[in-house]
């Protein structure tokens, strides 16, 4: 950013006009080109990331089926033994559990029934 900042000052020191007398105002795109290139790298490196996370999480919970293990966000090691619309069944040791969708974080293991 440094490197950005000092090149866009030595431009306009040494823009024609700029010396004594002139004065050559500094064009719009060299203005506001470091907040355009501080919005592109925020967009590359924060939000952009967390919206594939957020896909692959939503097809993760589509693809959840009868006999998945999974990891829900209470640390509950379990076995799918339904699937609702918005809930499933679970069950870990002697425990059935029915929890919503949204709590599971990862599959484990993947059934092999169809």
Request: glycine fraction near 6%.
């Amino acid at each position: 950013m440094f490197i950005i900042a000092h090149s866009l000052l030595f431009a306009q020191a040494t823009a024609p006009g700029s010396g004594p007398g002139g004065s050559a105002q500094p064009s719009m795109l060299m203005t506001y080109a470091p907040m355009i290139l501080l919005f592109v790298m925020m967009y590359f490196m924060l939000i952009r990331p967390q919206q594939q996370k957020a896909k692959s999480q939503r097809e993760m919970l589509k693809t959840l089926k009868r006999g998945d293990r999974v990891l829900t966000s209470g640390g509950i090691l379990a076995t799918i033994v339904s699937v609702s619309e918005q809930s499933i069944t679970i069950r870990s040791a002697d425990t059935k559990l029915e929890v919503q969708k949204s709590a599971v974080t990862e599959v484990l293991e993947r059934s092999s029934e169809a």
